[in-house]
């Protein structure tokens, strides 16, 4: 007699369930609690005769281990559900996150540094904040000259104000990571320098207090006009297509003599003349020229053995060119009506 009941409560705790912990607890209470069941099997067991005491104390003790190890076991799964469930996070969106596209300057910036990384130039950068050294002194500005007006500063601190070199400020063009480079590095370099600038401009359609560059600079032995036009041509093309024709304008940069302006033939109008071109047939995108021997001098580089090119374009110019952006505001709104439109772009 109790030997079956043995079996059947054996059975019984084989397929036991529980949903929850309290129904864990339920079973806990049912079978192994002083008051369960498996206890009040103990009543019986005394009366068991003496040659069986043996076998059925080990079947009790079977069901009491097979019992604690099931209910083990169901407290253990219940924990497992629960923290599976913990992950999810009820707080998220239902819909799908739309995903961007690239900013147009971003596309337009690594398309000019995949054509110039083809023809050997590697990236250099260089602090926004900069001081007046670098972006000014070293690049042959002199302290009093006029050409210091010509790119409108946002002056930082002026700790002294009677000596420049001394002066933070946002830098107002990348060539300032030139001359970082040059004091660092021994030539021959081919150097890229891509990143954010800094105007005291009005806001407006044509102008913004912030734009964005990429210039370049090569120093090496023999370095001539013709390699700064034809890597120039050659970048004309690779951006504008195959019969992109340029045109350099002689020019002024304190950092660079002979200098030019850069044009190139109307994409638009295909050199015709357009309202675009104003009916020129050509617009302006870089300036360029022969590095100055002082800049070189200035940067510990010995300019009678070295000489160099440099150019620099603003990114917005190029990007307007390519994408027609109407308004440079435009850029920086974060408008996505805007950017959306730069999804297929690439
Ligand atoms: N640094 C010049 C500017 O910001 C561009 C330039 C770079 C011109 C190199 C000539 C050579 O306007």
Redesign the pocket.
Known sequence: MLLEKIETLLQEVGSLTAKNADEVEQLRLKYLSKKGEINALMADFRNVAADQKKNIGIKINELKQAATDKINSLRECLTQVETQTDDLDLTRTAYPIPLGARHPLTIVKNEIIDIFQRMGFVLADGPEIDNDKHVFTMLNFAADHPARDM?DTFFIEQSNPDDVTKNILLR??T?GDQSHFMETHKPPFRILCPGRVYRNEAISARAHCFFH?V?GLYVDKNVSFTDLKQVLLTFAREMFGPETKIRLRPSY?P??EP?AEMDISCHICGGEGCGFCKHTGWVEIL???MVDPNVLEACGIDSNEYTGY???MGVERITNLKYRVSDLRMFSENDTRFLNEFVSAH
């Open positions: 790119q107002s063009h060539s560059q210039e940069f950092f660079t200098s300036g360029c020229g440099a150019f620099g």
